[in-house]
Each structure stands twice: as C-alpha cells, then as structure tokens.
C-alpha cells in the first residue's frame, strides 16, 4: 500500500498567476489597500499564513472576521482570474499521463496535501480537469502549519477506506523546501520535483529522498516508487 499526497501549485499546475491575482483582489477589497501581496512568499505556504504575512508586513491587526471575508472574495476572484487565457497556465510536465496510470494501481491512494484552501484546491483543479484523480487531502484550512497538515490527510483516509498508513507509507510530492520538510517527521518519503520556482540545486540542498527536474518520464517515477514496500 502506498499513499501518494500532491501539492498543487508548481507541482500539478501552474494556474499563470491566477491565485496571486485573486487573493490581491481580495486583500484590496478587504482593506483598500493596493497590490497587499507584493513582496509576500507564496511558494510552499498555506493560504491562511500568507493573508497573515501580509497583514503583518502592511502592519494590520489579524482579525478572523477579516480572514474569513478575505477567503469567501478570494475564492470568488479565484473562479474569474483561473478561466482566464494565460501562456503560463499550463498542467505540469508529465501530470497527464501519470495521474491515469497511478490511479489503475489498486495499493496507491491519491491524495492531496496543499496550503490552498479546500475550495480553492477544487477550483483551481477543476480548471484541467484533475481534481477528479483526488478523493481525500489536507487543506490550508485545516491548519496553518503546512508540517501538520499530514495527520489530516491520514485521519481522511482512515474515514474514507479504514486504511491507517504507517509513515513509510506515504509520499509526499512537492515544488518546494517546505513540502520535503513535511515527511521529515513522519517518516514519510519526500519526492521533490523542480516544476515551481525553485531549481534542482536548490531542492537537492534539502536533501530529499528523490528528486526529478520534472515527472515527464512515468516509467522513471514508477521505478522508484515500486522499488520501496
């Protein structure tokens, strides 16, 4: 058995800056403030933290009503800035073909472990028709530490199937340093893939347990994969 968790943003799809644009709209909806996320990091973190970060860096107090009205315009703009044509809206190398053939395993569970919001994480999949492969994950909902997102994940697949993974079980595939310091304390296997903003040497440097440029070679993917039980 086998359980793969997908981060979403440079790892399954590239949305050509859709989420930045939304949330920018929200975040000036929400205080009149312009370009709010200008300067932000976005890569690797939940979306409740990154509306955090940006209400320290324009020095405003956090207030859940706040964030609460900032998530429903977000999710709002989200479902008008992804419909648009952009060059740089794109699946990600590989994802295509190799959703399909993981699926037809019967010991591999697809799951997602994403900062974006649950609804979010279904809007922006629904635009390339992926979101159909993933019938459990963890959200930015969930928790704002992307590190105990893992614990939801499982606890839903033990809902959906009755499945209780052990560490070693489970894989997380992800764009960034955050997503390989995800398995770290679970035991869990780390696959990083230089699909986002970040190189090969600069996730090499976290010393994942495997690392792809991109996953266009399945059979490579799948080599790797089977080869751990």
């Known amino acids: ?7 979403i943003d440079g790892t399954l799809i590239s ?5 930045y644009r939304a949330m920018t709209r929200a975040f000036e909806s929400v205080f009149n403030i312009p370009d709010g996320l200008q300067g932000i990091s976005l890569s690797g973190m939940t979306d409740r933290i990154i509306f ?15 964030e609460d009205q900032f ?6 703009f989200l479902s ?46 629904e635009a390339f028709d992926l979101y159909k492969f993933f019938d459990f994950g963890a959200y930015g909902d969930d928790n704002g530490d992307r590190n105990l997102l893992f614990n939801y994940a499982v606890e839903r697949l033990q809902q959906k199937t009755g499945i209780v993974p052990r560490g070693d079980q489970v894989w997380i595939i992800g764009d960034t340093p955050r997503d390989i310091a995800c398995a770290r304390p679970h035991q869990a296997w780390s696959v990083a893939v230089a699909t986002g ?11 994942p347990h495997f690392l ?12 790797i994969f089977n080869s751990k039980n």
């Open 197 to 207: 903003v970040f190189s090969a040497a600069q996730l090499e440097a976290e010393n």
């Open 212 to 223: 792809f440029n991109d996953l266009s070679d399945s059979n490579a993917f799948l080599q």
């Open 1 to 7: 058995m086998k359980i793969l968790l997908f981060d």
């Open 80 to 125: 008008e800035e992804i419909k648009k044509p952009n060059p740089k809206k794109y699946i990600c190398p590989g994802i295509g073909e190799l959703l399909p053939r993981l699926q037809e395993i019967p010991e591999v569970h697809l799951g997602l472990l994403t900062g974006n919001f649950a609804r979010g994480a279904e809007i922006k999949l």
């Open 15 to 19: 949305t050509g800056g859709a989420g």
């Open 71 to 76: 998530k429903s315009l977000y999710l709002k």
């Open 52 to 66: 955090k970060n940006a209400c320290t860096a324009r020095q405003i107090e956090w207030q859940k009503e706040q």
